[in-house]
């Protein structure tokens, strides 16, 4: 059974940075295409930062790009979100992805606040 748990988030001031982390237990990352993506209230999950089974990292979409990186360890089947000048705008629950042909597993997600 596949388990993804979310770490790291938390209340940061604008301008701070956080490093989220997603323990994967039950598969292994490394035959996964792993994601981050973030829900605000009211609207539906969208992504932030990708990384395929090979490595490599997809395009983020532009009001993350620079900002957040994403990063994985296969020996500890870990992936992190960095996350640089965070924004008021960037609070939400944070959620790990795992994503393969025909299935898929979420963490719990985490929560970020930025405010002052």
């Known amino acids: 059974q596949a388990q993804l748990v979310e770490s790291g988030g938390g209340l940061v001031q604008p301008g701070g940075s956080l490093t989220l982390t997603c323990v994967v237990s039950g598969i292994s990352i490394a035959d996964y295409g792993m994601s981050w993506y973030r829900q605000t209230s009211g609207k539906g999950r969208a992504p932030v930062a990708g990384i395929n089974s090979s490595g490599v990292k997809t395009p983020s979409p532009d009001s993350v790009k620079d900002r957040f990186t994403i990063s994985r360890d296969v020996s500890k089947n870990t992936v992190y979100l960095q996350m640089n000048d965070l924004q008021p705008e960037d609070t939400a629950v944070y959620y790990c992805?795992?994503?393969?042909?025909?299935?898929?597993?979420w963490g719990q997600g985490t929560q970020v606040t930025v405010s002052s």
């Open positions: 992805n795992a994503r393969r042909i025909g299935y898929e597993h």
